[in-house]
Every structure is written in structure tokens, then in C-alpha cells.
């Protein structure tokens, strides 16, 4: 299988990466990294062992690397009025478009340009942050759970799941495609913005009770938003949000993505982690009041 | 009449040169300015006109500063641990003790130590900054409303009003203290936390529509919490909003005291400003959420 990494960042590094080692073909397209690669390949440190891959397959544009049988899209959601341009050089006949990015909305940018039925998205649990060029650091997890746009379980979605569980990389196909997504945002939400807003870390965040607290209450929100939807069935608020909480409290100081944006000065990824699912929220009659005011917050200092 | 001014900030020091401009008898605690006053006197930068003064009276304690008629107090909230051993020292057998200091809570803990009948407690509407030592910068406005903590107009506060007033301060004495100090609240919340917590000023707030709106929703939730005491009339929620926002649109760029402590690493009056209204807003049924999870946010960036 062919496989085409769109947006080689943390997430798509590693998980390129880990599909490199374990035999894949895989065709990274890259800016950044791209002179470090092609000199000494790429280096991934991880608590599970680290390791280097001197050969990677690298291009500076889509239309060097060729038909695929399988693109993975990690682009920032902020770029995403390039993504159909990235995508479409790349595909075949049967080519599958999985987007691993963050938030709402990009599956249905996908299915739009290009056919709902190449279309499958996935949430990641993953903590990797970049390095030097050619260096991606994996601090922990990565596991991912991935679906159809279309909905339904597939053979395909079966298939690369399993691709992805035989090169370490924990994954499972599931039907609800919008329930992962909603899932996903119960931990994105709070923590994604308040780490950008405040410069705290999670760590920071869970071990200050009024903030420990915000953080519950923010996530409740979102599992109303979730479940006001016609998910196959809702998120068990209470015990989810738990669990997320439990997940996060061995996070060691670990700092989310949109923290790191906005520490290096790179827009956030507001529309899709907070305009977007508020949008719909609200469109099913729930109005998600403090994740509404953590947008307004966030997007007052993102530069004009 | 003698008058002592405890806390001779952006505010003590303004107030207390105007008084003294005005031939009053003023005696200011001093810390930071004492050297600079004693030496070259205090300097008023002023929109409606400079002024030096030659002659001012300084003192580094309570104790030297003897028996006054009127104790005015502009101490920071943060540190009311010491506000009762500061004004003891100043007290005669009739001495009336006015608290201009932010928030809730200050009347209360005078009355508790030194007795209701001798506490009056007034809102500042005051933009002014500290500048070099021996120099106080007034931005703009500085009206004062003021009223006894047992409530009732009085021919002191009349009296207190009329002298300010006489000395180019607007002030005026009202009957409902409770009623004021809510007002000015509904200032003070949002502006206050928000520029503190982003580092936006206040005309960056109001021309970022979501933040804007965001200001407006917590006006609302302070104007619900006043409204659900016992006040003498109700504060008309909308109107009352409506000139609030017209009136801090015409603060050019202003940075609230708040946000200034932030910047300049100083503790901020969070239980004075949202902790005791949160506690006496929820007393009454009326839970601020806006508030609370701005309440949060800003204990998260206090030093431990």
C-alpha cells in the first residue's frame, strides 16, 4: 500500500513513521524538514524506544509523489484552503483520503471536492511534539480511532485500521465517525484553549481546583452539544468526562498544540476545534456558554 | 478639616491633591513616593490642567500623622490584612472613615473593627496611573459617589460630597451604598478581569465584536446578581449597560488597574472584585457563571 503523509508535522512525522518501519511505502510531503530528511532521514524518541529511519521519501510537492492508495491528511485545519490542492494530485481511482486533523469540518471539505466516498476521518490520542528538523518527539499514546464519512463499518476502514495496529499504532475502525469527533473535542475544548489563553499547562490547569473545575464544566458542555446531535448513541457525560480527566492527570505538564501555536506565534485552530462545533451546538438548540466565551478570548488575540 | 489619606496609589494621590490644592489640611501614608513628596512635593498631570504642589504632608506611619476628621482609603484590597492597624491610629472621637478602595468587603471589615457609624463607602469613576515618584497621572473623569454603610443620606456625607465637589471632584452622596458599589461592579468585572487576564486594553475589547458582546454578557450577569438583593431600585439592567459601553468606548486605550497589577507583577484584588460578589450573588440564587470561570482564570495566573 502507497501511502501519502499530508502535512508533516508532529502527528504526521510519527505516524508516517511508525507505517515507515514497518515496511510501507510511505511519501512524506515536506517544507520544513525537507533538507534534513533527505540528508539523514528521520528520527523518532519515544518512551517505547527510539528509533531512526534513514530512507524516507521526501517531496516538496504533491505532484512529485504520485498516485496512492491511502493519504493521510495532519495539515493544520488553519491552512485548509490548501488542502483540496494537496490532495487531489494524489489520487487514483480508489484512493482513501483519511484526515487525522483537528476539530470539525474537514471531512466535509474533503467530500465536497473530492466524493464523500474517498473520505474517512480519525481522532488521535497522541502526545508528539517536533524537534530539530528531521526529529519528532513522541511523548505518549498515539492511539487512533478512525471511521467513514459516509458511516458504516468498511472493510477499508477495517483494513487500515489493522495497517496501523500492526505497525504500533493502536487503532480501531468505528461506525460513528461524529461520535469520535465529539469525543475528541470533550478534550480538546477545554484544554487546547485555556493552555493557548493562559500559558498553563494541563498540568497547571488540573491540579488548580477552580480551574480543575472550569475545565469539568466545559466538557460538559460539549458532551451536550454532542449528544443534542443523532449520534448512534450519546456520550455517557459523567463517566467520560472522568475518564478524560483521569487520562489527562498523567499527562506530565504536557502542553497541547494550540498552546505550542500560540507560544510560536502560528494562528489557532479556532474554526474547527471552537466555530464550528459551536455553530452546530447551537443549531441544535444548545448553547455552549463558556466554550463561546474561551472562543471570543482566543480569537481576541489572534493577529488581525 | 483634617483628612488622612491611607494608600496613596493612582487614586489616593489624586483625590488628596485635589483636596489639597483646595486648601485642605491633607496628610498622606506614604511608601514608594515619600522621599520624592518630601523633597520636591506631588505633581498632578491632568487633561484639565497640570498642577504642582509645593508643600505637601508626608508620613511613613499612622502613628505620626495624628488625629484627622476624615480617613480616606485607597489601599489595594490585597492588603486589607493591614487596613484596620493603619486607620486605628487616626481616629478621634468623631473621625468618618470613606473606603474609595474596589469591590466588596471593605465597609464590612472597618465596621467590624471600628464600628458601622463611623464607615462611608464610595465609587471612584477615576482613570489615573501612577508615574515617577511624586507624580500622578489623571487620564480622565474622576467623579465620585458616595453613601453611609448604615445606610440613609447623612449631613456628613452631604458634607464629605460638598467638599469634594468644591475641589473639582463631582461627588455625590446617595442613600443606597449597596446600590453604587453593584454599579460600579458592573464596570469593574469585565473590564478589570478581561484586560488583565488577555492583556488587551479596553478599546481592543470593544472593537473585537466577540469580546465586546462577551463584556455585555458579563454586564448582564453582574446587573442579575445586584438585582437579586434588596436594593433601593433595581439597576436598569439594559440602560445602564448601554451607557457603561458607551461610556468606556470614549476610554481611549485605557488599562485598567487590574491589568496594570498583572503587568507590573503585583497581586490583583480578586476577592474584593469577584470572589465576595460571586459568594453574595450566589447567596441570593444567582450564579454568575461568565464570572466565575473569568474568576478562575485569573487565580490561575497568581503567584502560589
Known sequence: MRIAVIGAGALGLYYG??????????RFLLRRDYEAVRRRGLTVTSPA????????????????????????????????DRLVDLVRPLLGKRTAVLTLQNGLGN?????????????????AFLCSNRGE??????????????????????????????????????????????????????????????????????????????????????MAEVVAGANARDLSEPIAGEAFI???????????????SMMIDRLEGRPLELEAIYGIPLRMAAGHGVEMTRTRMLHALLALGEPK
Open 49 to 80: 524506544g527510539d528509533f531512526h529511519l534513514e530512507r524516507v521519501r521526501g517531496f516538496r510537492s504533491p505532484a512529485e509523489m504520485g498516485e496512492v492508495d491511502l493519504v493521510l491528511v495532519g495539515l493544520k485545519t488553519f491552512a485548509n
Open 107 to 123: 471531512e466535509e471539505l474533503l467530500a465536497e471536492a473530492i466524493g464523500a466516498d474517498r473520505v474517512l476521518g480519525g481522532v
Open 17 to 26: 513513521a511508525m507505517l515507515r518501519r514497518a515496511g510501507r511505502d510511505v
Open 133 to 218: 528538523p528531521g526529529t519528532v518527539h513522541h511523548l505518549g499514546q498515539g492511539s487512533i480511532r478512525l471511521g467513514e464519512y459516509a458511516g458504516g463499518l468498511t472493510e477499508r476502514a477495517a483494513a487500515i485500521a489493522a495497517m496501523f495496529t500492526a505497525a504500533g499504532v493502536p487503532c480501531e475502525a468505528v461506525a460513528d465517525l461524529a461520535k469520535i469527533r465529539w469525543e475528541k473535542l470533550v478534550w480538546n475544548i477545554p484544554f487546547n484553549g485555556l493552555c493557548a489563553l493562559t500559558g498553563a499547562d494541563v498540568t497547571a490547569l488540573l491540579t488548580h481546583p477552580p480551574s480543575r473545575e472550569l475545565v469539568r464544566e466545559i
Open 242 to 256: 472522568a475518564r478524560m480527566l483521569e487520562l489527562t492527570d498523567g499527562m506530565d505538564h504536557y502542553r497541547p
